[in-house]
């Protein structure tokens, strides 16, 4: 089983996809930049959470092409457009992008107390809480 199998099916078995558009864009992402020197764990679990939607999938799109072409090897340059992008944003939208660098760093995320995050968003947080776990169990 392919590296791209193996992490659709650690998120199926889970229920992890909102919809089959969802399934269809993580998987496109991981079809596409899977076989990089850049990707990781941690941009898997970036690429699980844009592709929630449209506007982050393209978001990302541009991102990992500018990678790709760039020949680079990390997700540095990922990581400080996050940071500069989460800046740009307020709300819920500020720590989903928060959430994809904590991926990119390995490192654990965590609310600030007191933050209040519209249902939405906090529906989008948990389950990309959720595949990270299961993103964290495969083994390749």
């Known amino acids: 089983m392919s590296k791209q199998e193996t992490y659709l099916e650690a998120l199926d078995r889970q229920g992890l996809f909102e919809d089959s558009a969802h399934r269809t864009r993580f998987k496109e992402l991981l079809d596409c930049y899977s076989q990089y020197p850049f990707f990781n764990r941690g941009l898997c679990k970036c690429m699980y959470l844009s592709a929630w939607d449209e506007e982050h999938f393209a978001i990302i799109l541009g991102v990992l ?7 680079e090897r990390d997700t540095e340059e990922m990581r400080i457009q996050g940071e500069a992008m989460a800046e740009e944003h307020m709300g819920g939208e500020y720590y989903v992008y928060q959430l994809s660098n904590a991926f990119l760093d390995n490192r654990e995320f965590e609310l600030e107390e ?3 995050l519209s249902e939405e968003f ?12 299961a993103i964290d169990q495969v083994s390749l």
């Open 114 to 116: 007191g933050v209040e």
């Open 122 to 133: 906090e529906h989008i947080i948990t389950q990309a809480l959720k595949a990270e776990k």
């Open 65 to 71: 092409t500018d990678l790709a072409l760039g020949r």
